[in-house]
């Protein structure tokens, strides 16, 4: 009878994939598409994505404007700017 080994994925590693997969999969704030596979509304990748982080109980990384906000024409407000002093 032989012995069988079994390598576990680290815990880190569907993580990544999953972030990875939220990167491209980023839906358009002007269409409401996915930007890499042109699905409307969040596609089934992104999801599966999302899924992944919601069972590891952790966040993903923001990407700031990933989803091109600038095309609706959504600015920034009142945010403040790094290394402006303030003027009176």
Do not use: K, W
């Not at 409307?40 to 923001?62: D, Q, W």
């Amino acid at each position: 009878m032989a012995a069988n080994t079994y390598y576990a994925r680290s815990a880190a590693e569907p993580l990544a994939e999953a972030q990875q997969t939220l990167d491209r999969h980023v839906t358009s704030s002007a269409t409401g598409r996915c930007l890499e596979c042109g699905s409307l509304g969040p596609c089934r990748n992104r999801e599966g994505a999302v899924a992944i982080f919601a069972r590891s109980l952790r966040l993903p990384m923001r990407q700031p404007g990933a989803s091109r906000p600038e095309l609706i024409g959504a600015v920034r407000v009142g945010a403040p700017v790094l290394g402006a002093a303030r003027q009176r």
